[in-house]
T-cell receptor, first 111, second 119 residues
């Protein structure tokens, strides 16, 4: 069975801290990994990673994939209260239309 | 910026009733999806739809569920006889092309969801 596991499930930090969120996967025929941010409702797209070792960056957020060890990390530096959300990791399987999601990490940034 | 919309935002229904959840995908998108998220659990894939037919479905998507594109803009999910365990947030998503195609990967854009409560 295809599996995506995120850790930690919940994280509370102070504004200005740096956080690292983890996503590991065990799937048949991996194609790509995606990170989404879910605030109130709709997950919004952050990154898509297909190749190992190439960092994707957007402002204070960055992410990297390790296809040998089967995981990805999402880093957020200088966190702000607006970064509080659930961060979802999802994997695309070769030839499939669906996304396989992890259970999410609930990140809370306290002022 | 174009977005996926869903109606209603919240639906309460009694067990055994039929419900129809509605979605308007982004206008130039060709692939449509339904996912659900039971409270406190993972987002789970239900079905993908292309060219007026189901292209993939999960084991959750049994005979109680059906999807339809009744016109050029709407995409609906029907649950024929709702059960308590159908209570969840239902997300519609769309993408320009299929998830994986010769040119690369297409991200899926998600709607805000419909919270279905079955009592």
């Amino acid at each position: 069975e295809d599996k995506v596991v995120q850790s930690p499930l919940s994280l509370v930090v102070h504004e200005g801290d740096t956080v690292t969120l983890n996503c590991s996967y065990e799937v048949t025929n991996f194609r790509s990994l995606l990170w989404y941010k879910q605030e109130k409702k709709a997950p919004t797209f952050l990154f898509m990673l297909t190749s190992s070792g190439i960092e994707k960056k957007s402002g204070r957020l960055s992410s990297i994939l390790d296809k040998k060890e089967l995981f990805s990390i999402l880093n957020i530096t200088a966190t702000q209260t607006g970064d509080s959300a659930i961060y979802l990791c999802a994997v695309i399987i070769q030839g499939a239309q669906k996304l396989v999601f992890g259970q999410g990490t609930r990140l809370t940034i306290n002022p | 910026e174009p977005e996926v919309t869903q109606t209603p935002s919240h639906q309460v229904t009694q067990m055994g009733q039929e419900v129809i959840l509605r979605c308007v995908p982004i206008s130039n998108h060709l692939y449509f999806y339904w996912y659900r998220q039971i409270l406190g659990q993972k987002v789970e894939f239900l079905v993908s739809f292309y060219n007026n037919e189901i292209s993939e479905k999960s084991e959750i998507f049994d005979d109680q569920f059906s999807v339809e594109r009744p016109d050029g803009s709407n995409f609906t999910l029907k649950i024929r006889s709702t059960k308590l365990e159908d209570s969840a947030m239902y997300f519609c998503a769309s993408s320009v092309r299929g998830q994986v195609w010769a040119g690369g990967i297409n991200e899926q854009y998600f709607g805000p969801g419909t919270r279905l409560t079955v009592t």
